[in-house]
């Protein structure tokens, strides 16, 4: 497969296409985070709201943006539901070593967010798929200051 | 056209990075000279040349290097200013149009800038010539007054600007050519509405300078700030014209050595402009190699430069609007060597990510003009920018390589 | 020493400049390193590949060529920070050592003195450690203090220094070595004093870094500033070290593109160092230019570099006391590599200018230390400095054509 | 004659061992100028009485300096008294023109002046050879303003 391909596989075209829990759905309590990449001006907005447990109940996230981006957000709000403050630390961790190259890329154990394995050998655009996952990094810390 | 039109194949040959092919096999389709240009072999030749024969340090030297050096960079200063029209004290050699600008931004609004007072500016700004205003206003209790831009064809309210031009307004600073959408201003009209009024203007010339004949006493400006690194020259250079009266109104800015008069521990006096403005070692070699631009740039003749520009300009614009869901953005008529556009349902990053697949070179993003692409509503744009080293055949490519990515991605 | 020491002659054979002839025939025999050192190919062959293959606008480009260039920029920072043991984010690339000071003297300044508040200097200060704070001081109503110097032997006070760290004071600016005469300043001691006290130091190292091992995080220093064109490198290319914490304490100096996060016609938000402090267009061909010479320096050894430095140092000043009626000044024991000093009868200028007719190029005046000057009551000095390419035949011709030039004005 | 020998003609070298009308001088009501080289820190001073009817009357200099700064002002004092503000001018100019390369040097003529005509094939030196005289210049504007 070439980089171009790699990149933009179907899945990740696919989500771009469709986003999932996209939309502006400001639902308090939810925290509410924003990325801006000044590389390019784009803009992703995340809301999270917490369960008692203080797992993550309800993800959602909105703004334009590439399909990189766009993609890796809506990948993000399927994969962060129902996980603990460390666990969705954790996830934000492997999703950063998948795009940056740091971390062998298994299917088996990261289902969609392997195909993001791509944006390695376009190290530009490894802000654009971090976008959203930064955006959930701060709501995280407004829900859970550290100590 | 009275003027004889270079062989443009020939000229392009001059320029080593253009036969390069790219990692995918692909060769190189340059689209980003606004961003940054190529450099002709006579330029990198000259910063050689400098390096292997006349290096050493300016002005303080009685030895023969050092007078070489010194004679070179003078004349440096003197081939730039020539090339628009200037004398030589009226050059400052600075790092580009960004530091260019900040400098007046610091040190003449510095003496001259009252908390009330207005800086004028253009909504089409680039970010180099806005926020250093927002910070000087900030400084100075000033505040920033902007002409409108009436839609995606980048025309400004022109109609507008001699009520803008109140008694407050102290300084009008404005792009001569636009980056992102192309739009050439009025800029002889808009100084000499200014310099009746007493309003000191500051034009920017990254986008023109090079591009088209500019003569600054033609244009009637007060200051005119351009990049080395846009016009064939080197990065890390560029220049700051300022008439000899806008100069000697401003105070020092960067305090150190070559600017100096006279320094006691407690206090100094400092020189005339230039010098004045120049602290430091400067960038010796830069200077040199952005006056070996300019000799090349009017050798070539500014004006077949800009008729070429122009021709190749105009297929620009006819092919993207050629392809389908793709929109040219900018204006109808005359406009700088550039064009924006957007495709439907592709993104500007996913566009030049693929393009670039293909050994295409443009620029996506908001061309660091944020507030003007959040005005129009636009995600940023696509920019395809040429120079008069691109060629029809190249622009015939660009067309087929962005009907395969909207089939990509559609 | 358990350091391999290089083959001097062939590293020294790889500086095309050094080859040279002179216009009256005579061999070049370069003693003014202090003020620019000269380059080695490789360094200039560095600038060359950049602009034949690698040449594009940085940061904002999506296309391979613009990625690769901004793969070689920000690599360029991490061999430089290397270069002085800091991290990536420490290291800001200015135009050189008086703007890196420059940058901190009015960003620095403008957060953090108060009227009333103390910068602290010595007396050896270059002009461009010593104008930038006259002017910081001005603004904003702080005054300056100053380390005595004892004698022309370049000695300070130092004995006075913890007495002077004072609360008042919140900046220790000093030089490493002193340009003019050779001093080297106790600055790990001086950085520990102030940093115990809470007082931000700047090391002023233009003539140390390049010349001894300089690790940023051993001297202890808060801002460490340096130019390529002492160290082999470019022109027009220097950086500023700073702590994470000491940039973070910065807001931003000169505004335009890249160093901003999101802008607003009326107002933005900026990135955090260095790219805060890096606006516009950066030096890009200088800044991978001046990481070839980091580079180029840490192959031959720095320890190596400044063991062989010291062994012509000594040789120079020998040779120099030697001859009839001339005085070195300056530090007996360690001292930087270069040696000021005065004959009896003969202006420095003079002196320089018949010594140039032989092919020595020396440098005769204040060298950028005029109040220094002043208060040894010197009418300037001749300077001789060199750096590992000189030999020990070209210091023993120097000693001859010293020689000659007394007789010749006597 | 190779260039040094040019620039330290006997003459030259002659002024600067014993320069003419030299030290301190302050003879009120005699006007005083201060010349300064930046790129060097050189300063010169010289002072100048006036006839009742404006030519120059007494003209001397005092400080230190190079070879060619020192016999330049020793050699300027020689040769601007009993000047009219006007003569004294054109002197200032001829000099300027001999250092500079502007003018054929022609000994009868101009005299000692003449020697100077080394001094242009090294740039970086005609601001030494002007000091003093600038400051003559500086002078006769103080006694003199334009009107
Ligand atoms: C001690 C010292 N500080 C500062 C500078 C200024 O360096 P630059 O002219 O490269 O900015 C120099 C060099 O001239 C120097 O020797
Ligand atoms: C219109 C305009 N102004 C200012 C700049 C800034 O120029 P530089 O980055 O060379 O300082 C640019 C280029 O990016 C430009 O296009």
Redesign the interface.
């Known amino acids: 497969m070439n980089p171009l391909d790699e990149l933009y596989q179907q899945v990740i075209l696919e989500h771009a296409r469709r986003p999932q829990n996209h939309g502006p759905q400001p639902v308090p309590p939810a925290f509410h985070a924003e990325g801006v990449n000044p590389s390019c001006g784009d803009e992703i907005e995340v809301w999270v709201t917490f369960a008692d447990d203080g797992t993550i109940q309800k993800i959602s996230f909105d703004g334009q943006g590439c399909a990189i981006s766009q993609s890796a957000a809506s990948v993000m709000t399927g994969k962060a539901g129902g996980l603990s403050p460390e666990g969705a630390r954790g996830l934000i961790a492997n999703f950063h070593d998948i795009v940056t190259g740091s971390a062998e890329v298994d299917f088996d154990q990261f289902g969609e967010m392997a195909a993001f394995a791509g944006v390695r050998q376009f190290p530009q655009r490894v802000k654009c798929a971090m976008l959203g996952w930064r955006a959930l990094e701060q709501a995280l810390k407004q829900a859970h200051p550290a100590p | 056209m009275n003027f004889p039109s270079p062989d443009w194949a020939a000229v392009r040959a001059q320029f080593?990075?253009l036969t390069?092919v790219?990692?995918?096999g692909e060769p190189?389709l340059?689209f980003?000279s606004a961003?940054?240009s190529?450099?002709p072999q006579v330029?990198?030749e000259a910063?050689?040349r400098f390096?292997?024969?006349d290096?050493?340090?300016v002005?303080?030297?009685?030895?023969?290097?050092?007078?070489r050096a010194?004679?070179h960079y003078e004349a440096a200063r003197g081939r730039v200013a020539h090339f628009i029209g200037a004398e030589d004290s009226e050059i400052v050699f600075t790092?580009?149009?960004?530091?260019a600008?900040?400098l007046v931004?610091f040190a003449w609004c510095r003496k001259n800038l009252r908390p009330g007072d207005v800086i004028l500016l253009t909504?089409l700004e680039?970010?180099?010539n806005?926020?250093?205003?927002?910070?000087a206003a900030e400084r100075h209790g000033a505040t920033?007054r902007?002409v409108t831009v009436l839609g995606d064809d980048g025309s400004l309210d022109e109609a507008a600007v001699p009520g803008l031009l109140t008694e407050e307004v102290k300084l009008f600073a404005f792009p001569h050519i636009s980056n992102s959408l192309g739009t050439i201003t009025p800029a002889e009209d808009w100084c000499a509405l200014a310099r009746n009024r007493g309003i000191i203007t500051l034009v920017d010339g990254a986008q023109s300078v090079g591009h088209i004949p500019v003569n600054v006493k033609e244009l009637g400006c007060d200051f005119l700030a351009f990049?080395g690194?846009k016009i064939c020259g080197?990065?890390?250079?560029g220049a700051l014209y300022g008439t000899a009266q806008a100069l000697a109104d401003m105070p020092?800015f960067?305090?150190?050595?070559e600017?100096?008069?006279?320094?006691?521990?407690?206090?100094?006096t400092y020189?005339e402009a230039p010098a004045r403005f120049e602290?430091?070692?400067?960038?010796?070699?830069?200077a040199i190699g952005l006056a070996a631009a300019c000799d090349y740039l009017a050798a070539l003749g500014m004006e077949a430069i800009a008729a070429h520009d122009e021709i190749l300009t105009a297929r620009l614009v006819d092919t993207l609007n050629r392809i389908d869901g793709v929109r040219a953005i900018g204006p109808q008529g005359k406009r700088g060597a550039l064009s924006s556009f957007i495709m439907d349902g592709v993104?500007?990053?996913?566009l030049?990510?693929?393009?670039?697949?293909r050994?295409?070179?443009?620029?996506?993003?908001?061309?660091?003009t944020?507030?003007l692409?959040?005005k129009l509503k636009l995600?940023?744009t696509a920019r395809a920018s040429l120079y008069f080293y691109n060629t029809e055949e190249e622009i015939d490519r660009l067309g087929e390589i962005l009907t395969d990515t909207r089939r990509?991605?559609a």
């Open positions: 080593p990075i390069q790219q990692d995918n190189l340059y980003d961003a940054s190529q450099k330029v990198i910063l050689t390096y292997e024969h290096n050493a340090n002005h303080r030297g009685f030895y023969e290097l050092s007078a010194t004679e790092r580009g149009t960004t530091e600008i900040n931004a909504e680039h970010h180099s806005l926020v250093p205003w927002q910070l920033l902007f990049s690194h080197p990065t890390g250079i020092p960067h305090g150190g050595g600017m100096i008069e006279s320094v006691q521990y407690e206090r100094s020189r602290a430091g070692t400067p960038p010796i070699a830069g993104h500007p990053h996913d030049v990510t693929f393009a670039s697949g050994g295409l070179a443009l620029r996506g993003g908001h061309h660091c944020q507030p692409m959040r995600p940023g990509y991605f």
